[in-house]
């Protein structure tokens, strides 16, 4: 009895201290302390973090910095992934203007010399005997004589993952191909959470007229399938980078605008939006300051599912040629050039930029669940 007693009170101090500190907890801070624990959705972050830094330095670093990761060797066709070849650079007098950093960051810079893949090279006492690379057996190539003066340095150059059908570095187009991916979703979605907020908002905090005017509309919008409006909108806007955005964006928003209308007509009868009623503000202020910040969860959740569903319409638009248009590097672009490739050796050609949608998607997918299960005010 005296131990219990003497235990009592300690118990009683500790449950004290627990509920104390789960009351001072902040919902960001029980946020992210949920989003930790959740382990698929941690590595799911990470990763979308290296994406993003990979894209963003874009031609910094890809193995080939030349604009659209263009460089093509036709005797380097289809070389299987992690193969080496050596490269000489030769003087022929080209002239290449100076860019800076951020110039070749974004867009790429050319290259100085000309570069030719060689099968040997020998030094002789005032120049240089090389022997271009033919790609067959034996290689019988042709001989160069070149002085020490115009061969500026000979490389080695590893293909990690290969080369296409035209000679070009895969790695380096799946790497610049990641910024049409990212690009498309990020641009996409803002355009069809600026649409879908403002109409759903309107329609379900004024209700009336208004609402079944939006509502008509969005029926309309979602009756007609999904790809069969985006290569309508394509065909209308024409071919190119930022039509697919456009495109893509303007078939999205139908999803927001319904989650956002269901939100807000949940939220507008509750007493704190009765109060800032009654103390005369504004209708912009009550939907941007006291609705809206209220509903960011789902919002987020659906975003995720949207950049993914983006990257995917891109892909398929690409695939079908009505995307992105070469020389620029699309996944979609990759996949629609090399499918053929399948049924020979080099099927992987086709499988790596699929993979590479495949994890992506996969990602937003993950990271999405993650944010909505981490939001979830029922879960422990």
């Known amino acids: 009895m005296t131990l219990l007693q003497h235990l009592m009170p300690r118990q009683r101090s500790f449950v004290a201290n627990a509920a104390k500190g789960a009351q001072s907890e902040s919902p960001r801070a029980l946020f992210w302390r949920r989003f930790r624990r959740n382990k698929p959705a941690m ?6 973090a290296l994406m993003a830094i990979m894209a963003l330095l874009g031609y910094l670093i890809t193995p080939d910095s030349t604009p659209w990761c263009n460089q093509q060797y036709l005797e380097l066709a289809t070389m299987k992934p992690g193969s080496r070849m050596r490269f000489a650079y030769i003087d022929d007098g080209r002239e290449v203007e100076p860019c800076s950093l951020l110039h070749k960051m974004i867009y790429g810079k050319p290259l100085e010399y000309k570069a030719i893949p060689v099968y040997s090279a020998r030094q002789t006492d ?8 033919t790609g067959s057996e034996p290689n019988d190539g042709e001989i160069l ?8 340095k000979l490389e080695q150059r590893t293909f990690w993952l290969g080369t296409d059908s035209y000679g070009r570095d895969v790695l380096s187009q799946i790497m610049i191909g990641s910024r049409v991916s990212l690009s498309v979703g990020l641009i996409a979605v803002a355009i069809a959470l600026l649409i879908g907020i403002l109409l759903g908002s309107l329609a379900a905090y004024y209700g009336g007229w208004i609402d079944n005017v939006i509502m008509w509309f969005i029926n309309v919008v979602w ?8 290569v309508a909108i ?3 806007l024409g071919k190119g980078f930022w039509q697919v955005f456009i495109a893509v964006g303007l078939t999205m928003w139908v999803d927001v605008a319904r989650v956002v209308r269901g939100q ?3 939220i507008k009868e509750k007493e704190y939006i009765e109060a800032t009623r009654a103390m005369g503000f504004r209708t912009g202020r009550i939907i941007l300051r006291h609705i809206l910040p209220n509903i960011v969860g789902p919002v987020i959740v659906i975003t995720a599912s949207n950049f993914a569903s983006a990257i995917l319409l891109e892909a ?3 695939f079908l040629g009505i995307g992105v248009q070469p020389p620029m590097p699309s996944w979609g672009t990759m996949v629609k050039e090399n499918y ?5 050796d080099s099927a992987y050609l086709a499988f790596i930029p699929g993979i590479a949608i495949m994890i992506t998607v996969l990602i937003f997918m993950l990271l999405g669940n993650g944010v909505r299960d981490a939001m979830d005010v029922k879960s422990k």
Do not use: C, D, M, R
Request: cysteine-free.
């Open 340 to 344: 053929g490739q399948i049924l020979l």
């Open 316 to 318: 398929g638009l690409s």
């Open 223 to 230: 009756s007609i399938p999904t790809v069969l409006l985006v």
């Open 43 to 48: 590595v799911s972050g990470v990763a979308l």
């Open 264 to 266: 807000v007509l949940s």
């Open 126 to 133: 005032n120049a240089w005997e090389l022997e271009t690379y």
């Open 145 to 152: 004589t070149v002085s020490n003066t115009q061969l500026k």
């Open 234 to 236: 394509t065909f209308a």
